[in-house]
């Protein structure tokens, strides 16, 4: 079956551009990741969606960002007038909400703001 | 604020050596602890440890969790070039699905 799939797999924007990355869960699963990792760091969380809740948007780092979940399955990372710190590989996980910590990540999308 | 501390952050060995890693955390409400391997860019799941005390296995990796202490150790023994990754540790708390990740160990093993 397949896994979670992200795309695109890189991504290279000037300053101040807008951004959008997206990611295909495994199907089924109803729990939705995203998480930055920036370069020899670990992973930052984002926000988290579960099914019809309301997500957790708590790792959000400025009104920049925002997520969403469209349907239950494919989700969007939108990041506004992006800055050159932006610059990370954009992790999205999925998981069945009753084994919530096995987490299966996708690729990746490596982004870089110039 | 949630904290995971990994140490050593890096460590290299020859096959076949034993390697223990380690994670310290600070977490309001403490779920569980989890710990990952990275080789590329995908985090693979290794084990979920919720309870101290209780050893959970598999294959040559082991790991086991100090809930009083907060901490947890990852094993590894007759290291294999296949086990160099980034280990990643994290903790959950009850409250939300926010895993906070500590910065991983990156474990190199040398033939």
């Keep these: ?114 | 604020e949630d904290k995971v501390v990994q140490s050593p952050l890096s460590l290299v060995v020859h096959e076949g050596d034993t390697v223990t890693l380690n994670c310290s955390y600070e977490v309001t409400n403490f779920r569980s602890l989890l710990w990952y391997k990275q080789e590329k860019k995908a985090p693979t799941f290794l084990f979920m440890l919720t309870s101290s005390g209780i050893e959970k296995k598999s294959g040559r990796l082991s790991s086991i969790l100090d809930k009083k202490e907060l901490f947890s150790i990852l094993n590894i023994t007759a290291t294999q070039t296949g086990d160099s990754a980034v280990y990643l540790c994290a903790v959950v708390g009850n409250y939300g699905q926010n895993f906070v990740f500590g910065p991983g160990t990156r474990l190199s093993v040398l033939p």
């Design chain 1, 1 to 114: 079956g397949a896994g979670v799939s992200q795309s695109p797999s890189n991504k290279v924007t000037e300053k101040g551009k807008d951004v959008e990355l997206r990611c295909d869960p495994i199907s089924g699963h109803t729990a939705l990741y995203w998480y930055r990792q920036s370069l020899g760091q670990g992973l930052e969380f984002l926000i988290y969606f579960q099914g019809n809740s309301a997500p957790d948007k708590s790792g959000l780092p400025s009104d920049r960002f925002s997520a969403e979940r469209t349907g239950g399955s494919v989700s969007t990372l939108t990041i506004q007038r992006t800055q050159q710190e932006d610059s990370a590989v954009y992790l999205c996980a999925s998981s069945l909400q009753r084994e919530w910590y096995e987490q299966y990540f996708g690729p990746g999308t490596r982004l870089t703001v110039t």
